[in-house]
Structure formats: structure tokens, C-alpha cells
């Protein structure tokens, strides 16, 4: 099981900036035999959970479309800590973050019910 503590978030006027970090733990072990894949996901008040942002073992990414172009997800094997560049933040880009981690290998990286482990998640919140 990996256990993941994400931190970073906070309060920000549109079009400011914020980086999101995600501490993993539990999984050292593992991760030069598996393949795995770890992403950021958002939930809003009222919405359904959605994928932002997910990283593979490669270091190959992926982005939902509403932040291609805005945020950059990125990873410190050597620190085993994630990281989510937000630039150009939105109103709309208000929710709690997550971050999620997945041991194997999926054709759906930025699908919720891929994942196993979650973190507890940082609030975001952007101000118009």
C-alpha cells in the first residue's frame, strides 16, 4: 500500500499561480520492479471526482483537457514526491486536490477508478 500526504494548496486570485506537492511513502520498494502510474485528480462541491494530471513510471504524462497548457505535472524519484504546477488559475479551477498513486499498468491514467491509494487532499480555492 502506498500512503501519500499532499500539501501546497491554498487561497489565490485568478490568473495566480500555486505548486502542489505529494509526499509517497510505502512504495520505495516497488517502484523500480513495477510499472505504476501516479496522477492528480479535483473534486468541487456538487461535481464528480475528475483526473487532472497523471505521470507514469516513464515519465510519460497526461492532462485533461481543461489544463493542458496551465498546469505541468512532474516527479522527484529521489524524493519520492509529486508535483503539480498550477499557472493561469481559474475560478473554476476551484476543488480539493488529490493525489492517487497506481501500481500496474492502465490504458486510463486520468480515470478514477484505476487507482488505489489516495491521499486526503489540499484545498484550492481561486478567487475571480
Known amino acids: 500500500q502506498v500512503q501519500l500526504v499532499e500539501s501546497g494548496g491554498g487561497s489565490v486570485q485568478a490568473g495566480g499561480s500555486l505548486r502542489l506537492s505529494c509526499a509517497a511513502s510505502?512504495?520505495?520498494?516497488?517502484?523500480?520492479?513495477?510499472?505504476?502510474?501516479m496522477g492528480w485528480f479535483r473534486q468541487a462541491p456538487g461535481k464528480e471526482r475528475e483526473g487532472v494530471a497523471a505521470?507514469?513510471?516513464?515519465?510519460?504524462?497526461s492532462y485533461a483537457d481543461s489544463v493542458k497548457g496551465r498546469f505541468t505535472i512532474s516527479k522527484d524519484n529521489a524524493k519520492n514526491t509529486l508535483f503539480l504546477q498550477m499557472n493561469s488559475l481559474k475560478p473554476e479551477d476551484t476543488a480539493m486536490y488529490y493525489c492517487?498513486?497506481?501500481?500496474?499498468?492502465?490504458?486510463?491514467?486520468?480515470?478514477?477508478?484505476?487507482?488505489?491509494?489516495w491521499g486526503q487532499g489540499t484545498q484550492v480555492t481561486v478567487s475571480s
Open positions: 505521470i507514469d513510471s516513464d515519465g510519460s504524462t
Open positions: 492517487a498513486a497506481l501500481l500496474g499498468n492502465t490504458g486510463r491514467p486520468l480515470s478514477t477508478h484505476e487507482y488505489n491509494d
Open positions: 510505502g512504495y520505495t520498494d516497488y517502484r523500480y520492479y513495477y510499472r505504476y502510474y
